[in-house]
Every structure is written in C-alpha cells, then in structure tokens.
Nanobody, 115 residues
Framework: QVQLVESGGGLVQAGGSLRLSCAAS????????MGWYRQAPGKQRELVAD???????NYGDSVKGRFTISRDNAKNTVYLQMNSLKPEDTAVYYC?????????WGQGTQVTVSS
C-alpha cells in the first residue's frame, strides 16, 4: 500500500502564494514521477506539474512561470510552490505518484484564490 498525504492548501488573495506538500509512505520501491493535478468544479482534472526521478519537470501551460515543482527524493516528498495566484487557480489539487505500472492519488487539498 502507498499513502499520499497532502498539505498546504487554503484560502489566499489573488497575487498571493501557497506551497503544497505531498509526502509518500508505505511500499515505495522505485518512483518514476510525482506530480500535481487539479480539478475545478465542472471541469476535467488537469496536469499542473510533474517531476521525474531524474528531475525533469513538466508544467501545464496555464501555470508556467508562476508555479515551481520540486522534489526531495530522500523524503519521497514533492512540493508545489504557487506564486502570483489567480482566481482561476481555484481547484482541488491532487498529488500523484507514478510507480509503474501503478498510479496513486492523494485525497486532494482545496486551494481557493479570492479576487
């Protein structure tokens, strides 16, 4: 079993910052990638950012230049630094861990950006 525990969500004004954390525990052997997805009401879940075990990163177009993903391999933890937040960033943010062939998801953490 693999558990993903997310933290750091909350309410922030537009232009503000938040930092999300996701710690993985349990039967972890070889992580291929960790990342963050988000889902706003009435919309599909979308990629925010991910990072491979080698450190390669990938960002969704809407967050490029504002969000930064990083990872502590020793702690099996991934972080998402979110700057210059906009109301359209409001969503539930889900941590994702890829350990092929399986993919694991966290419970989600709410991020609300007020205008």
């Amino acid at each position: 079993q693999v558990q993903l525990v997310e933290s750091g969500g909350g309410l922030v004004q537009a232009g503000g910052s938040l930092r999300l954390s996701c710690a993985a525990s349990g039967s972890i052997f070889s992580i291929n990638a960790m990342g963050w997805y988000r889902q706003a009401p009435g919309k599909q879940r979308e990629l925010v950012a991910d990072i491979t075990s080698g450190g390669s990163t990938n960002y969704g177009d809407s967050v490029k230049g504002r969000f930064t993903i990083s990872r502590d391999n020793a702690k099996n933890t991934v972080y998402l630094q979110m700057n210059s937040l906009k109301p359209e960033d409001t969503a539930v943010y889900y941590c994702n861990l890829e350990m092929r062939p399986r993919v694991y998801w966290g419970q989600g953490t709410q991020v609300t950006v007020s205008s």
